[in-house]
């Protein structure tokens, strides 16, 4: 069956240490998402992307990158963690038909950085 | 896109019927109305969606009103699973493909 599977699914790291959050999907879906959800708050966009080398930046994106070099993977990127980046990450993809769309959750991975 | 307004949280009785509702007056003539619930801990789950017929899967349906100002997502019988937070959103297929998340509505279900 296809899915949509995050690594690692909890981490810990250090002020200042570069983390890199691994998505991938197998649903062969062009468009993928990176959120982070707070504790007892709603999900808000990093970043996305709509296909192969095609990145864009959402909501909240300072401190994070992606890239894009294939259709199953986009990678998120902490480029010196701070103890605000401390949230869980949540990756998603989606295709669209008929004019809307549909999105898909992995489980989500939880970062402490300390 | 539009904006969406729903209870922060509801009770239901596990086996009846639990109705959640979400106003988006603001909503236009080609912005669909999603829905989706997170249980704690996991990634948010696609429910349903509809543009202004209702709808019905087999989680739930969807009923919009004929003015499309208004929705009603009905669990026809509500189990311990099903608490969870349910977001409605409203999404133009024209403003791209990322969701926008508001509050929710916090359901309980209780035994």
């Known amino acids: 069956d296809a899915e949509i599977t995050q690594s690692p699914r909890h981490k810990i790291t250090e002020t200042g240490r570069q983390v890199t959050l691994a998505c991938h999907q197998t649903w062969n879906h062009n468009n993928m998402f990176w959120y982070r959800q707070d504790l007892g708050h709603g999900l808000r966009l990093i970043h996305y992307s709509y296909g192969v080398q095609d990145t864009n930046k959402g909501e909240v994106s300072d401190g994070y990158s992606v890239s894009r070099s294939n259709t199953e993977d986009l990678p998120l990127t902490l480029e010196s963690a701070a103890s605000s980046q401390t949230s869980v990450y949540f990756c998603?993809?989606?295709?669209?038909?008929?004019?809307?769309?549909?999105?898909?959750f992995g489980p989500g991975t939880r970062l402490t950085v300390l | 896109d539009a904006k969406t307004t729903q209870p922060p949280s509801m009770d239901c009785a596990e086996g009846r019927a639990a109705n959640l509702p979400c106003n988006h007056s603001t909503i236009s003539g080609n912005e669909y109305v999603y829905w989706y619930r997170q249980i704690h801990s996991q990634g948010p789950q696609y429910i349903i969606h509809g543009l202004k017929n209702n709808e019905t899967n087999e989680m739930a349906s969807l009923i919009i009103t004929e003015d499309r100002k208004s929705s009603t997502l009905i669990l026809p019988h509500a189990t311990l699973r099903d608490t969870a937070v349910y977001y409605c959103?409203?999404?133009?297929?024209?403003?791209?493909?990322?969701?926008?998340f508001g509050g929710g509505t916090r359901l309980m279900v209780k035994p």
């Open positions: 998603a993809s989606s295709t669209t038909s008929l004019g809307a769309d549909t999105q898909y």
């Open positions: 959103i409203v999404k133009s297929p024209n403003a791209g493909n990322m969701l926008t």
